[in-house]
């Protein structure tokens, strides 16, 4: 079982990414999958997270800028940044978890899986 991440690199202020994080090994439709970033010097934090009916959620620092979705059919998860600003410079992480989740747990839910994390740098 295994998430790969990809889709990071460097951007300038105001720029756009577009993350990826593919599942293989098993079926992750009946799985929460959530995106979380880790800054430098900073603990890792929760950035959006998606279930497998589609409901979704993000972080205060995100939303409105970021869009978090899924594709079934390939198994895999996207996130698409916008306006990025160099406070969201981190590595990037997807992870999943199996079962029904309401969208404010997200942040919180013991995931079972992780990635293995995409750079993103944003320079000003």
């Known amino acids: 079982v295994q998430l790969q991440a990809s889709g990071g690199g460097l951007v300038q202020v105001g720029g756009s990414l577009r993350l990826s994080c593919a599942a293989s090994?098993?079926?992750?439709?009946?799985?929460?999958m959530g995106w979380f970033r880790q800054a430098p010097g900073k603990e890792r934090e929760f950035v959006a997270g998606?279930?497998?009916?589609?409901?979704?959620s993000y972080s205060d620092s995100v939303k409105g800028r970021f869009i978090i979705s899924r594709d079934f059919a390939k198994n895999t998860v996207s996130l698409q940044m916008g306006r990025l600003n160099p406070e969201d410079t981190a590595v990037y992480y997807c992870?999943?978890?199996?079962?029904?989740?309401?969208?404010?747990?997200?942040?919180?839910?013991?995931?079972?899986?992780w990635g293995q994390g995409t750079q993103v740098t944003v320079s000003s």
């Open positions: 992870a999943a978890k199996q079962g029904t989740w309401r969208s404010y747990e997200f942040p919180n839910v013991d995931y079972d899986y």
């Open positions: 090994g098993r079926d992750f439709g009946g799985h929460a």
């Open positions: 998606i279930s497998w009916s589609g409901g979704v």
